[in-house]
Every structure is written in structure tokens, then in C-alpha cells.
């Protein structure tokens, strides 16, 4: 399933949605937590490849593009280890894990949203709600078109109709 699958809600599923929510709620806040775990490590690594760089630099300047007599400065060795095609490289990948935390955290959001929407549908569904004071409106309408046509479907693909089905038609 995908997240759009797993947020939605059907009121005629109720009871399903109700078991359902704890694993969603798990499983989306266990992807949200190896989101931010391997965006930490990231963070980690470019600490680690700044550091290396830095020690190359400090021990040979002129690799990196240094001319003059005396030692470089503090902001020039900054700069090149900034510059450095590892370091840049590391940096767009903590640009793309801190993306994935920021979506892991909406989906994990989302399914407190929708505990807090079941719990509403869950009410109104307990006050005779869709039966009675929203019965004329789409919404209830489609609801009871869609059930009607699971009920056909299931029918349809009942063996024991199939036979019965079989013998009429013979």
C-alpha cells in the first residue's frame, strides 16, 4: 500500500481502520526515526570528510591551489574544504535525507490525523449519523452504491452462486 492508501478512511471499513491504526502509526514512525537516524549520520560523515580534508589541506596547501610563501588563512582553508567535490557530495546527500525526515514526519503526523478522524467517524457512525440526518447527500449515497457493489461482487464470486448460477442456466 502507499501512504495516500494508508491515510484514507472508509466509513463503511470502520472497524478495520480501528485495527489497522497502531501498525500504520508504527510503521510510519519506524520509517521517521530511520529517516532522522541516517540523516545524523550523515551529519557525522561530512564532520569526519571536513576534518580529513581540513588535515590535507593544513599539510599541503599547494595541492589545493595555495602560491604563496606563508601559511594560508583560516577563512581560505574553510572555503576549500567547503569547496571540496566530497564534501559537496556528502552535503546534497544531507539535503536529501533532511527531505525524507521532513516527508516522514508529515506521513507519522497524517496517521495522528487520522486516528483523531477515525475517532470523529467512529462517533458520528455511533450517533446513527449516516443513517439518518446526512441520508439524501452524495457522500452517503456513494457509500451505500459502493457497498451495495461489494456485496454484488462477493455474490458474483461465491462458488455456491456460481453453481447455482450453473444448474439454472443447464
Known amino acids: 500500500m502507499s501512504f495516500k492508501e494508508d491515510a484514507n478512511l472508509d466509513i463503511n471499513e470502520l472497524d478495520k481502520a480501528c485495527l489497522e491504526q497502531p501498525a500504520l502509526y508504527a510503521e510510519w514512525g519506524e520509517l521517521w526515526a530511520q529517516s532522522i537516524r541516517n540523516r545524523d549520520r550523515l551529519k557525522e560523515q ?29 577563512t581560505w ?3 576549500q574544504v567547503i569547496l571540496h567535490k566530497d564534501v559537496k557530495e556528502l552535503t546534497d546527500q544531507l539535503t536529501e535525507a533532511q527531505y525524507l525526515v521532513n516527508r516522514m514526519s508529515t506521513a507519522k503526523e497524517t496517521m495522528d490525523h487520522r486516528l483523531k478522524a477515525l475517532s470523529i467517524l467512529t462517533e458520528l457512525y455511533k450517533g446513527d449519523y449516516f443513517s439518518s440526518s446526512s441520508k439524501g447527500s452524495a457522500f452517503v449515497k456513494n457509500a451505500v452504491e459502493k457497498s451495495r457493489e461489494k456485496q454484488r461482487e462477493m455474490i458474483e464470486d461465491s462458488p455456491r452462486m456460481k453453481r447455482r448460477l450453473t444448474k439454472k442456466n443447464e
Open 46 to 74: 561530512i564532520t569526519a570528510k571536513k576534518a580529513e580534508i581540513d588535515g590535507k589541506i593544513r599539510d599541503n596547501p599547494g595541492e589545493f591551489g595555495w602560491s604563496m610563501e606563508k601559511n594560508p588563512t583560516e
Open 77 to 79: 582553508v574553510s572555503n
